[in-house]
């Protein structure tokens, strides 16, 4: 009963299919952990929403409508809190699943095995979409049952599909990261700061429009920022960037294609580096 | 070709920082690996036997793909090393890391159904295989608690446990008996014999020489990255040739140590400390005829005897003879 020499599609999708399910029996084993996700963005919208209230008042509506182009700024605030648990759970749980594994001896078990470790990576994204997609649907749900807006107000479906297109450059991005956890061996301190960078830039209490256009550029190069404006464009009809939504679609899938091949050959030559030199284990 | 393993020259050197205090380092190269080759055949038990940081398990993660060597060539189950990764993965079972290498929070069953999936076992496959091992090692009783709650030993069996899952032609292990106790170590023996009796070739690497010499049909003594002798344990012993082996125990002092290595007929004196008293021991020519003035050297220069056993050689002495050291000093390769 020797392994399979040369796997098949559908043995290589049962290994990755068998990496996601350890990720939900690890996590099973701590239930606060996710409870506490679904109240964090709600947490987090709140703080800005609140603000906007003590400063605007009344007229905060109209004061918001005005700027950027919707009224609904509870509903504004949680998606873009939302879709950034979206994000921010991609980078942690990528930048973490390597890190975790080299401390504690598991990564050279799993480079053991013939599963490739773009296979696992396939799992541990898996993982992580079911993780983050739950959280955030949940505390979006949650969070417009609190401040009383309708979630499902626009286009729903439209919404969805720009997140499912977003997923795929979102994880493309962070296995480039992941390959520069490996590279330096830091996990929590690059997340730190890669979360403030990421929250900046996608926008997830303003429009990008109100950024310097120096900055802006650079939000409209990292995928996310077409991601959240395209959610609240199709929920709240702000406006997409190319003025039709299926524009901003291609875009995203421009994104889906180059992204996840960049980051693959960037996180395969940082593998081969650390095989060459001190080898996966070392810590 | 022929062997089950075959390594042709094979060189593995990294570069490492070494500290010098808060933030100043400087960087170190390290030749972990100078220029090895050997051939395992089918079927046999191979031991690698040298002390910690001899080159063993670099010499391991190199065959099983973990690293990537600097220079000469391998083939591992008939597979190239850099070639054929995969297959080379694929076809061997592998015990690295002992219990670090295991899933904590999982069950036992749970971590071997994972690595079965790893392998590409079917899931019934896995199931059963994992079901089948748990009988074989006698890990019923806690196949089904989480890791984190096993002890040091049973983390062992476990991570023993997990190199069987694939069923593979070759077995490495890297020194499976660590942290086992007696009757613990004594069963996981017996199974590796069953195994290789089974058809299963082995690859053991211990740094305890009476467990290299009671499992291993062939043993290559490894020490800074070389392999210095390559031979069967008795054909290992024979190469001392007339050769014997005195081990004195008592307080003896490097002053005394070194006189005897300059007695004529001394071809090495290593001091070692074991169980809180010295022990040196001697290779020489003739003992029956060293003894005498063996004894006036030690005393001449204040030694306390408390045992004086001109004994059979040992693994051990053959190390200490190419050497100058005992197993018991790790090796700091330079």
Redo the contacts between chains.
Sequence with gaps: ???????SFR??L??A???T??RL??IS?YPGQLALEIIIPIVFAAMPMLLGRATAGANAAANFQANTGTSNYVAFLLIGSNTFTIVSSAFWHIAYWLRFEQE???L?????????SMT?AGGVALYSVVRGLTSALLAYILGCLIFRVDPFAGDVLLALLFILIGLIPLYGVAFLFGALVLKVKESNALVGLMQWVVSFLMGIFYPVAVLPPLVRLLALLFPPTWMVNGVRSALLGMGFFFGKWYLDIAVLMAFALSVPLLSFWAFNRVE?GV???????EF | MQGQVRIDNLSKT???RQRKGLFKSEEKRVEALKGVSLEIKPGEVFGLLGPNGAGKTTLI?CL?????P?GGEAWVNGYHLTREA??I????G?M??GE???????TGS?NL???G???????S?RRR?AAEIVERLNLGDIADR?VETYSSGQKMKLAFA?ALI????LLILDEPTNTLDLPSARELRAVVRELNASGKTVIYTTHIMAEAETMCDRVAIVDRGEVLALGTAAELKASLGREEVIHIEGVISAQAGEAVQRLAGVSRAVRAAVDGHTQLTVVAQDQRALLPRLIETLTAHDAVLQKIVPEEVTLEDVFIARTGRTLADDTWVK
């Design positions: 009963m020797t392994a399979t020499i040369r796997p043995q290589k049962s290994a299919l068998a990496e399910w350890l029996l690890n084993r504690t001896g598991t050279e078990s799993i480079y053991l095995t013939p599963t490739t696992l081969q095989k060459r030199n001190e080898g996966m284990g | 990294y570069h490492t993660k099983t793909t973990l690293l990537l600097t995969n297959q993965r694929a076809s061997v592998c690295l890391m670090r290498g295991l899933y904590w929070k999982l749970e159904i994972f690595f999936a790893l392998y590409h076992l079917s899931p496959a295989r989480s997990k694939n069923d593979a032609p």
